[in-house]
DNA sequence: CCAGTGACGGCTA
DNA sequence: TTAGCCGCCACTG
């Protein structure tokens, strides 16, 4: 019945959900946190299904690089910039500015 | 059933 | 240093 995947959704909805507001995070991040290392690609398709659901902030997550990369998977493609300088991130060229200051690692932050 | 794609990440040239 | 390729797992055609 519930398969593996979809405990993982539910992982990371619940670590997106913790991450503080004025922070970021990676998708790598949340899957080796999740146990899935080297599947980020997953997370990023859990964000996707996370899309109709609310209280799910995805803005908060981005690539290792700091990109807002599903930016275009946002309801406009300037929503999730929006949202982030909304809530004090800086973003300059679709990437977050000091994101290595603002980035939010759940194996060592939320513990 | 097989091949291609994708909100990524790490390694090699 | 920058650019390119492969690997991961799931979904679509």
Redesign the pocket.
Known sequence: MK???EN?FQNVYEVVKLIPPGRVT????I??YLG????????????????PFTG?P??R?????G????????EAANA?QERLEQEGVQVENDRVVAFEQLFWDPSKELL
């Open positions: 398969s593996t995947k993982f990676s998708y790598g991040a899957a080796g899935a290392k080297g599947s980020a690609r997953m997370v990023g398709w859990a964000l996707i299904a996370s899309q799910i995805a803005h997550v981005v690539n290792r690089n990109l807002l990369t599903g930016k275009q998977h946002f999730m």
